[in-house]
């Protein structure tokens, strides 16, 4: 992976995460960066930087990123890379993994920039370099796990992988589009953090049950007792009913406790404003202009309303927003970057946020309404479409217009409804341990198989 922005390293951190819960002690996880680490020299050690002057300066973005989807930007990219990163990513690749002795079992790539350069390494390497053809001679599993929701650029999507995980109907199309086969291509939902899988106290149990009665039994009463029950399965034609873990009312409950815990007020309307890891997406701006509105609903209606800000690292913003003098009526929490957002965003009643796809898919498993403030083009503005037509969002990028949505839906309590139940309904909140589970049942085939031709 890369950390281009924060969602690459999050997904990744959420499949380690699952490995341990699903697997304790049995699946070891080496998460790099593979750019920044092993780059030869700039650009390519040094995409972190580059992508947050792109990600300030969207036009920049907006023409490197659909440059990059041509043929021409395909071919020129995959030469670039083989001919400069070959030697030092394959140092990478061939590297002893965890406490072993032997590079890794199996290669899970949560980037657009991993897949064509680490398929012709492996298959170097299972080789002993008679080839690079990934169709030919590659033994060691490759998985991708796309984690864009509502589109992607073609470099996620490699005909020769063995199982490519996508979030959506819209990527599943895209991935056919690319040629990938139907059976390559498995559809649960994205990777997203520990705090929002959603684990019911039947679940949980089950899950418990592989430290004191081993991996394998574990694994079938999850698959087939629970996660073909409460799971919501969303591979193509799969039971489209939403987990019973995950009702209105138990988000309601969630929501009075949370707001107890952070300090908020449990009766008055709140509003989560976030930026991002990164910080990035005019927070300031949106943040001043939708505390003056509710302010003024406030005033008009005599109730009182808050507002909660996360500013992530961008340091600038969370100074300027704490020396504001904010108007009364409006209670503001300004924040910086928050580890527990899984009970922020329970707390609060609305979100407004960049179009990033992890926190889409954390706020619709929370019941939260999106309005979407900004995007980067390309891969973030087809999450747009999916929000809208999912019926639990919209988007501006004018601060006043976010003010006035927002401002609409915390009065109109029957609109809020609604659009909570339409984010319930497009949650995926066990996701990540289906995925996770995915990926282990080859984990664990590939080192049946080795285990089987040293006997």
């Given at each position: 992976m890369?950390?281009?922005g924060g969602g690459h390293?999050?997904?990744?951190n959420?499949l380690r995460?699952?490995f ?7 699946i070891?996880?080496d998460?790099?960066?593979?750019y ?5 020299f700039?650009?390519?050690n ?5 992508y947050?002057i792109?990600?300030?300066y969207?036009?920049l973005?907006?023409?490197?990123y659909h440059?990059?989807?041509?043929p021409f ?5 995959e030469i670039?890379l083989?001919t ?5 990513f394959k140092?990478c690749?061939?590297r002893?993994?965890?406490?072993t ?10 980037h657009p920039?991993?897949q064509?350069?680490?398929l012709?390494i492996l298959a170097y390497?299972d080789?002993?370099?008679k080839t690079?053809?990934p169709?030919q001679a590659?033994t060691?599993?490759?998985a991708t ?20 995980f996508?979030?959506s ?5 895209l ?5 990938l086969r ?6 649960h939902?994205l990777?997203?953090?520990k705090?929002f899988?959603?684990?019911n ?21 999850v698959s087939?007792?629970f996660f073909?029950d409460l ?10 009913k939403?987990?019973?873990s995950?009702t209105?009312?138990k988000?309601?409950s969630e929501k009075?406790t949370?707001r107890?815990?952070l300090?908020?007020?449990?009766d ?5 404003v ?5 910080g990035m ?5 949106t943040?001043?202009?939708l ?6 609903d ?8 808050q507002m909660v ?9 969370k100074?300027?927003l ?6 009364e009526?409006v209670?503001?929490?300004i924040?910086g970057?928050?580890?527990?957002m899984?009970e922020w965003m329970?707390?609060c009643?609305?979100?407004?946020t960049?179009a990033?796809?992890g926190?889409?898919?954390e706020?619709?498993i929370?019941g939260?309404?999106?309005?979407l403030?900004?995007?980067?083009p390309?891969?973030?503005e087809g999450?747009i ?6 019926g639990f969002g ?9 003010s006035?949505t ?5 009065r109109?309590e029957e609109k ?8 319930l309904?497009a949650a995926?909140p ?6 996770a589970q995915d ?8 080192k049946q198989?080795k ?5």
């Amino acid at each position: 992976m890369s950390d281009t922005g924060g969602g690459h390293r999050a997904s990744a951190n959420a499949l380690r995460d699952a490995f341990d819960v699903l697997y304790p002690g049995k699946i070891q996880c080496d998460i790099v960066d593979i750019y920044t680490e092993y780059g030869p020299f700039w650009p390519f050690n040094d995409y972190v930087a580059l992508y947050k002057i792109m990600a300030e300066y969207p036009f920049l973005w907006d023409w490197f990123y659909h440059f990059g989807a041509t043929p021409f930007g395909l071919w020129l990219n995959e030469i670039m890379l083989e001919t400069f990163c070959f030697a030092p990513f394959k140092e990478c690749i061939n590297r002893p993994s965890g406490d072993t002795n032997a590079r890794a079992d199996m290669v899970v790539s949560v980037h657009p920039l991993c897949q064509d350069i680490p398929l012709k390494i492996l298959a170097y390497l299972d080789s002993n370099g008679k080839t690079t053809n990934p169709l030919q001679a590659r033994t060691t599993p490759f998985a991708t796990v796309v984690t864009d929701l509502g589109g992607a650029h073609p470099t996620w999507f490699n005909m020769a992988v063995d199982k490519c995980f996508v979030p959506s109907d819209e990527l599943y199309q895209l991935a056919l589009a690319r040629d990938l086969r139907p059976e390559q291509i498995i559809q649960h939902g994205l990777p997203i953090r520990k705090g929002f899988w959603g684990m019911n106290d039947d679940i949980a149990s089950a899950f418990s049950l592989s430290t004191s009665s081993g991996v394998k039994e574990a694994t079938n009463m999850v698959s087939e007792d629970f996660f073909g029950d409460l799971v919501r399965t969303v591979t193509r034609g799969g039971n489209k009913k939403r987990s019973k873990s995950y009702t209105q009312d138990k988000a309601s409950s969630e929501k009075s406790t949370f707001r107890k815990k952070l300090g908020l007020n449990c009766d008055s309307p709140a509003v989560l404003v976030v930026g991002g890891g990164d910080g990035m997406g005019g927070i300031v701006e949106t943040a001043s202009c939708l505390g003056k509105k509710l302010s003024s609903d406030a005033q008009s209606t005599n109730n009182q309303f808050q507002m909660v800000v996360v500013c992530g690292n961008n340091q600038d913003a969370k100074t300027r927003l704490e020396e504001t003098i904010w108007p009364e009526g409006v209670n503001v929490k300004i924040n910086g970057f928050v580890n527990n957002m899984d009970e922020w965003m329970r707390a609060c009643d609305a979100i407004v946020t960049k179009a990033g796809p992890g926190t889409i898919a954390e706020a619709s498993i929370c019941g939260l309404p999106c309005m979407l403030s900004s995007y980067l083009p390309g891969q973030e503005e087809g999450n747009i479409p999916f929000v809208e037509n999912a019926g639990f969002g919209t988007y501006s990028g004018d601060p006043l217009e976010i003010s006035e949505t927002v401002s609409s839906w915390l009065r109109e309590e029957e609109k809020l409804k609604s659009m909570r139940n339409a984010a319930l309904n497009a949650a995926r909140p066990f996701a990540t341990l289906c995925i996770a589970q995915d990926l282990a049942k080859m984990l664990f085939a590939t080192k049946q198989t080795k285990n089987s031709a040293i006997k």
